[in-house]
């Protein structure tokens, strides 16, 4: 298994760099979106990016503009005050996510691809990521994190305490609409190389168990990166070792450490209190 | 009561949710230096009142002064509005109160620091910074989100029904702790409540809330127009 590590890191270095960086960046905005509790969000805007990506295909133009199109565009449909209305946001979410795979579907279907393509098209395989993905992520990536962790102590006291921040003067509509923007974007450039199923379990699966070990923030977001990247290494391996599909591996392994760090982490206490 | 010698005036005020029109006609002036309970059954528009003072919902009519300066006002919301879900410290809460002096990051000075170590310590939260929201009891909560409203130095703090849910111990050290910032620092302090009995010891006078409207009125008459059920 070692030996199959190893090989993984030789002769897929680009995936393995590519999922590394998606779980580090999507694991910190991941707990945001969890703490705000808008889990569901993530798979509507993958659902929303593999859509744009599947018009793109259809349409002859760039798969990053019609994914980012797409999401950018759910966004705002999303950022309205639908509670207002006296509508819940989960069935908002649901209703894109829904509208977005049915979509999705229907443009594939119009395409002329076969199955393989599609799947390839809508689900994405992070073995097969180019020198050019990896290069794109980390330019979209790289900087959105930066700015994540610019505006991290306004971010939380908005989310935690709308009205008391809005007292503090800041200026919370904005600074959510700009998260939701970001998050946006990250989810449209990594749905292509990665898939929308690995990007909503890297923005879910790790954040929760970073959320299940620690309360304190920070440690929750190294955390979540650590859950993230162990994930990534043992998934691919696992993969590369059993001939086994990827993204689904490092999905599994990401839940198991969510099942099963808590239970260590329990059990440590216990031993020592 | 003297136009200038006041903290908050309001003229012909009206709110509303859309088409909802909760309060009209509202004409209130409010001194600095004292406590002021508004009173009023649940859903009498004590919250709605609140959220127009501070900014946060715009009147449908009339106009509110505020005249407190540039500070930023003091907020203390319902407790149950702070999701415990965050991991965040107590510490970290109080500091929030610390924002609207700093830059950009969000970071603190070395005076601040010294500020917030020493308001932690004035409302016996030294020994709890290290504990998140979802960890303290419901007293320790509420004096939190009190340390943070008054550590920013603002004349004026908005209470929303701070002692809800309390048992009668924090409830009295609750409002102990609001009498001293009233007497010793000569702070505004605005208090939502649903009921006069628990406050009507702390000031000469209640702002009473219900059937659309809300008038100042001395105590006793306020005491007396809810016995008689007028709100």
């Known amino acids: 298994m070692i030996t199959s590590f190893f090989e993984v890191c030789r002769e897929f270095p680009v995936a393995v760099l590519c999922g590394c960086l998606l779980a580090v960046t999507c694991g910190c905005f991941g707990v945001f979106v969890l703490m705000r509790r808008l889990g569901f969000i993530s798979i509507a805007l993958s659902e929303c990016s593999a859509c744009g990506i599947a018009a793109a295909s259809l349409y002859g133009f760039s798969p990053l503009a019609g994914a980012t199109a797409m999401t950018l565009l759910a966004v705002c449909a999303l950022s309205t005050d639908w509670e207002r209305l006296r509508i819940p946001r989960d069935s908002i979410l649901g209703t894109v996510f829904v509208f977005a795979s049915a979509l999705s579907v229907l443009l594939v279907s119009r395409s002329g691809m076969g199955l393989l393509e599609v799947k390839a098209l809508l689900y994405g395989d992070l073995l097969l990521a180019s020198k050019h993905d990896l290069m794109q992520i980390s330019l979209i990536h790289l900087p959105l994190l930066g700015l994540l962790l610019l505006c991290l102590r306004s971010l939380l006291f908005a989310f935690m305490d709308s009205a008391g921040a809005r007292v503090a003067g800041i200026s919370v509509r904005v600074l959510e609409l700009a998260f939701f923007v970001a998050l946006g974007m990250l989810i449209s450039s990594a749905a292509k190389t990665a898939g929308s199923l690995l990007v909503f379990c890297y923005l879910v699966v790790p954040p929760a168990t970073g959320l299940l070990l620690s309360r304190r923030l920070w440690a929750v977001m190294l955390l979540t990166v650590f859950c993230g990247v162990t994930a990534t290494l043992i998934g691919l391996t696992a993969s590369y070792h059993w001939?086994?599909?990827?993204?689904?591996?490092?999905?599994?392994?990401?839940?198991v450490l969510l099942g099963v760090l808590p239970s260590i982490k329990a059990l440590v206490v216990r031993m020592f209190h | 009561m003297e136009q200038g010698c006041n903290i908050i005036e309001c003229r012909d005020l009206a709110l509303a949710y859309g088409q909802d029109t909760i309060l009209e006609h509202v004409d209130l002036d409010i001194r600095p230096g004292g406590l002021l309970p508004f009173v009023g059954a649940n859903g009498a528009g004590k919250s709605t009142l609140f959220k127009a003072l501070l900014g946060l919902l715009p009147p449908k009519n009339g106009e509110i002064r505020r005249l407190w300066g540039k500070a930023c006002p003091g907020y203390v919301p319902q407790q149950q509005h702070i999701d415990p879900i965050f991991p965040v410290t107590v510490r970290s809460i109080v500091a929030m109160g610390l924002y609207p002096e700093c830059g950009f990051l969000r970071l603190l000075s070395k005076e601040q620091a010294e500020r917030l170590d020493a308001t932690l310590s004035h409302f016996g939260l030294a020994e709890h910074q290290g504990k998140t929201f979802a960890e303290l009891s419901g007293g320790l909560r509420q004096k939190t989100l009190i340390a943070r409203a008054v550590i920013g130095n603002a004349p004026i703090i908005f209470l929303d029904e701070p002692v809800a849910g309390l048992d009668a111990a924090s409830e009295e050290a609750v409002l102990e702790l609001l009498i001293d910032l009233c007497r010793h620092?000569?702070?505004?302090?605005?208090?939502?409540?649903?009921?006069?009995?628990?406050?009507?010891?702390?000031?000469?006078?209640?702002?009473?809330?219900?059937?659309?409207?809300?008038?100042?009125?001395?105590?006793?008459?306020?005491?007396?127009?809810?016995?008689?059920?007028?709100?």
């Open chain 2, 185 to 231: 620092q000569g702070k505004t302090i605005l208090i939502a409540h649903h009921r006069l009995e628990d406050l009507s010891r702390l000031s000469p006078q209640v702002c009473l809330v219900g059937h659309g409207k809300a008038e100042v009125l001395p105590s006793e008459t306020a005491y007396g127009r809810l016995r008689g059920g007028m709100a």
């Open chain 1, 243 to 255: 001939d086994l599909a990827g993204n689904q591996c490092i999905i599994i392994v990401a839940c």
